[in-house]
């Protein structure tokens, strides 16, 4: 049987993100945070995105919603794409 690959969940919690570390510990893809509601940009999200696709298979952005409301309210379209431009 094939292994599963594993991934991990990043933001500006964890800080600084030794990625070469992370490759060698088998992960082969991230979730980074990129925004929190309407008001939140993740200042690491840039960083853990070029940084991590240099060490592993795949890094891609999760947008958090605080409220089905701001997804309905038109915005959060917008801040989609101003972090979706790979």
């Known amino acids: ?4 690959p ?3 969940d990043v933001s500006s919690y964890q800080g600084t ?3 070469p570390s992370v490759a060698g510990a088998g992960i082969s893809f991230a979730w980074a945070k990129a925004t929190e509601g309407t008001g939140y940009q993740d200042a690491y ?5 070029n940084n991590g696709k240099a060490q592993i298979w795949a890094v891609t952005l999760k947008q958090q919603l605080t409220s089905i409301a701001e997804l309905d309210g038109g915005r959060w ?3 989609w794409t101003d972090y979706d431009k790979d």
Do not use: E, K, S, Y
């Open 6 to 8: 594993l991934g991990i």
């Open 17 to 19: 993100i030794t990625w």
């Open 45 to 49: 999200f840039v960083g853990n995105q």
């Open 77 to 79: 379209p917008d801040r």
């Open 1 to 4: 049987m094939a292994a599963r």
